[in-house]
Structures are given as C-alpha cells and as structure tokens.
C-alpha cells in the first residue's frame, strides 16, 4: 500500500519529485471515506520526520482536508483505523 511505501527514503524522494503529494491532498479531499483514511496516514508517514514536506503539505492545502475529514467523519482518530 502507498503508507508502507512511504517508509523508504527512496520512495518518498520519488513520491516529491513526481508530484504525488499535491494528488494525494486531492485525494485526502475528494475520495472516499476509506480513500481519505489510507491517503492520510499515508501523508502521515510520508511528513514524518521532515519538516518541509510538513509545510508543503500545509501550504497545498493539507490541513484543510484532514479538518473536513475529521469534522464529517465516523473516524475521529487515525488510532480507531485499522491498517
């Protein structure tokens, strides 16, 4: 799945090179309930440890999508979901 691959630093210099954070806020926005879990702790994993990717995500409008997720969620926490 895309969050195991997230864990390799290859993966996610190659996940910012081509772009792939932008496509996932948009998916983190506009899939489905279970598409928007997966995207987020995917997001999750990518931004860990790296503080610009963290920025990054919050400048393409990252934080947005995950408040409206959480606010018209079922899932109040990435904890209740099962991976």
């Known amino acids: ?15 910012i090179k081509l772009h792939v954070v932008s496509v996932l806020i948009t998916l983190a926005r506009l899939g ?13 994993n990518l931004v860990k440890d790296d503080d610009y990717l963290k920025l990054l995500i919050a400048i393409k ?7 409206r997720f959480w606010d018209c969620s079922s899932v109040k926490s990435l904890e209740q979901l099962s991976f």
């Open 61 to 67: 409008g990252g934080l947005i999508s995950l408040k």
């Open 32 to 44: 489905t309930t279970l598409a928007q879990e997966y995207t987020i702790a995917c997001l999750s």
């Open 1 to 15: 799945m895309l969050q195991n691959l997230t864990k390799f630093s290859d993966c996610r210099e190659n996940f």
